[in-house]
């Protein structure tokens, strides 16, 4: 009968909480997304990697939410180029 072999933390499986919310940002240098587990431990992964805990926050850059980020980046798509979206914003003040 063959047996699970002993499975270091390391080695354990990080998985996004449910409707958490899900952010682009750099760490370490890397692209990639930031999100939370079910104990409200930050995960972050690039595209090709799993998630894994973040270990200093001091390398953590967020950026922006996906679902914001994405909206705006379709919407100044469909705008046209980088000329046209900087000449055609009104100048508001935030």
């Not at 595209?47 to 894994?52: A, E, R």
Request: aromatic share 10%.
């Amino acid at each position: 009968m063959n047996t699970l072999h002993h499975i270091a933390s390391s080695d354990k499986l990080f998985t996004p909480r449910p409707g958490a919310p899900v952010r682009h940002s750099q760490y370490f240098g890397f692209s990639g997304y930031l999100t939370v587990d079910a104990d409200m431990t930050p995960l972050f992964r690039t595209s090709g990697t799993l998630w894994k805990p973040v270990s200093s926050f001091s390398e953590l850059i967020i950026l922006a939410e996906v679902g914001d980020f994405e909206c705006s980046l379709a919407l100044d798509r469909c705008a046209g180029d980088l000329a046209t979206i900087a000449t055609c914003r009104k100048n508001v003040e935030v």
